[in-house]
């Protein structure tokens, strides 16, 4: 399948520079791009990355001048070049709509319109299903459940019961939202499970990674907060309230009972201890082990995390202790030498 | 649904102070406590938190004295509250009993009484099955496992062949137990798998929470001890041997060949090397790197981990070593000011 | 069941030291060998292992002499060992072959020879399997995957649309292949998912572990590289391209648009920044936080990751800046001492 120049360029909604009748065969990221190809760059520095491409047309934003090879500038390049993409890899819905008969349904749950059930679901008593919700196979959503309009669940994810997911959200494959909160009371020798009388909420707009988990309150929600964002394997302990438009990367982990405010953000493999709270639009350094309270529109990282600062001078400093450790054995004998000598020396006051 | 103070006391066997008649609507912690709710304070010190809410009133241990409040003394207070949250909030079971038709289950499988097999369930052959066990949607338990007596297995969690779990087990959603240890002969240039003849044995009274993963053993088997608890995305790997009453938190990380005492605790993203050994009764503080065997009843922490004395002594050195960095130069810069007067003065022996 | 010294003997083609009448009832590793048993000693190190130990018998390597315990000696002990084993705990295929009339089949698949579907797999349309592909129960092959001669899809495992899984790879049970990568435009106060048009290939002889992720590339793939082979839990993000031959051990975090050479080692929990190349032959230890390119055949080591030899210098040193704290500050005295003992006196050009 090829394309000229210009029927992108009317795709796209750009403006054309270069031939618009040059045929354009493929789209690539500029690391693949061969010769044929329409490939982006987002911003100025990207177009360095152009000199070793063999690619033939480039998509920029709007202002972005590129001496020697046919472009189309554009408002949005990502959107415009997804776009492209699907034009040489178009993506049909996966053949499959409305509920399959293959699906395992309770005559209780209500199902609204346009829902997508895949072969292989469970559905449970009492669940409610928003309309256009996507549950793709394997998928299981236990007793008293509730989603949302919009959403999508990917195959094999599990929702304990009364779980209630928001509309607009995206879970991944493989997620588990509600499994018993790590509570024990070990004071007779053995480990007795705490109460797991509640739940999680997930409110609207909230994205889920694929094989992360998110367990149940104690006794009342664990909430993911609006518009927030997991990454693939985030573990979110019982009780945690997570804020609005968090992104939490992957493997970040925060232990139960702790609070984040709003545009929270933590880099991979966080850690959080127990009933921290952590202030709206702070920033948590990959690695970062949280060992107490962080507060708002901070930078924190290390472990224990401190903010950036403070680690990046602790950082130095350890970087150049070999060494001052060394100086410092050769100022104690320099030390030790005067003091030899003074003491050696008539005194003073002997003079 | 409301209930009177009274009604409450009655159910939960407490001594009742305040009017019996007070209408009781809900039941939720302090932080989400509203005028007609009843709470709970499972200490003296969570009485302060009272102080903002608008709970009606709080059930609290036996000898707790709550002044302005109406309050219900009880013996174990989580019981007593768990109680009163299902009374608000009853959960029914999931409605479904019994062997599924849309299970698949091997004709040779054993299964006891009262087994609760919901859709979508793989049984191979020559699995045994106690009484009591349920296993819901689209678990898989492979050719000749053996599951005790009251275990509870939840969705689209994966036994490989030959796992043995015990009585009283609880396994959370998509975690796997058997799969291939991570051992490979690299000595031919490409990586050749190594034996993988053993299994995975889970003793009784064990939990195993979702995404946890537990590789089976090279010959013999992979071994989590009576009564232990795992969390979350733990991961086990082939030929350990976890003691009795271990708890291992989120994220923990285990390379082969570890053992570990009994009743020993390894907070959040805990990683540990191959061939080590922990001692019974050891706390491995969160995100230790243990890189040594780890002695009885000790706390370590840090990576790589070492007491947690030794540790603090550590960070508190490193926290003021740009400091002592800053006051070593003056140091430097005295000592030689020192050292060229003694120079540039006349010497002594000359005086 | 029981076998003669002797039979082992020629089973496992090796040569015999000691009575081939001998009975032997069971084999164990060294650990768990009772009377009766055979064990194994892959190294002459592990003889010393041998004397607390009841076994009845040792495969060792050709040239190994065991002074008072009968042996086989052969060439490769892990393959004759896994031998033996099978030979007292035969595994018999799961007694399924051929395609379940439980699975879901689009008709729309093409489905090569002697390929075995286990009950509750969902394949979509137009999916590709070649010859000998095994999917166990609950597998989920969205629309357009390809999967390869020989490769083995164990219970519960995700590919998501377009995933293309090359000839001989084994992945794990639980594990997810193509969600979408975890980028997000922020700049209007929420989190817009971006473009997720790119797809995952996986080579030939590449092993995934149980619960590992690995995300879809942006506009093109995600590549796992020939021969690697990636531990469970591990995280690989969108638009990496991990080389061949590449070891990845559990609960690794690759954040994304990195790159690995060949024959890269990562230990446990290493976490790794994104847009950042990793040389071959390179090894990373375990928990080592990588926040730079790494150059090849180096092993690095800490968070931040630097260098083995300048890590462990670092680490020598903080071990002993507590106790240089304590002779720095006593050093500070003496000089002031020194000084002052200066001031006070007499000045030498007065004398």
Chains 1, 2, 3 share one sequence.
Request: charged share 20%.
């Amino acid at each position: 399948m090829s394309f000229t120049l210009g029927e992108i360029t009317r795709l796209v909604r750009g403006t054309c520079h270069g031939d618009p009748s040059l045929i354009i065969e493929n789209a690539d990221i500029i690391r693949d791009a061969s010769s044929g190809c329409i490939t982006l760059a987002d911003k100025a520095e990207i177009l360095n990355h152009l000199q070793g491409s063999e690619a033939s047309a480039v998509i920029v934003p709007e202002g972005l001048d590129v001496p020697d090879l046919a472009s189309i500038e554009v408002k949005d390049v990502h959107q415009a070049f997804a776009r492209v993409v699907d034009l040489f890899y178009p993506r049909e819905s996966e053949g499959v709509s409305g509920i399959s008969t293959a699906a395992q349904i309770h005559p209780s749950a209500q199902i609204g319109d346009d829902v997508t059930i895949f072969p292989n679901v469970y559905i449970g008593p009492n669940v409610t299903l928003g309309n256009q919700v996507t549950l793709y196979p394997g998928v299981s959503v236990m007793e008293g459940c509730s989603i949302g309009a919009n959403t999508t669940i990917y195959s094999n994810s599990v929702l304990y019961e009364l779980t209630e997911v928001g509309s607009n959200c995206i879970i991944h494959a493989n997620a588990t939202i509600g499994a018993f909160g790590f509570g024990y009371d070990s004071s007779r020798g053995h480990h007795v499970l705490s109460a797991q009388c509640g739940f999680v909420r997930v409110e609207d707009h909230v994205d889920v990674g694929a094989g992360t988990t998110i367990d149940r309150g104690t006794y009342g929600p664990t909430v993911i907060g609006e518009g927030s964002k997991l990454d693939n394997q985030v573990m979110v302990a019982h009780n945690c309230r997570i804020g609005k438009h968090n992104l939490l990367c992957s493997q970040v982990g925060i232990a139960g009972s702790c609070t984040t405010g709003d545009y929270v953000v933590m880099a991979g493999q966080v850690g959080i201890g127990d009933h921290l709270n952590i202030g709206s639009k702070t920033m948590l350094g990959a690695k970062a082990g949280v060992m107490a309270d962080v507060p708002e529109e901070t930078i924190f990282v290390g472990i224990p995390a401190t903010p950036h600062r403070e680690q990046m001078q602790k950082q130095a400093a350890l970087a150049k202790l070999p060494e001052m450790r060394k100086e410092f054995k050769r100022l104690q004998k320099e030390l030790n030498d005067v003091l030899s000598r003074m003491q050696s020396a008539p005194q003073n006051e002997a003079a």
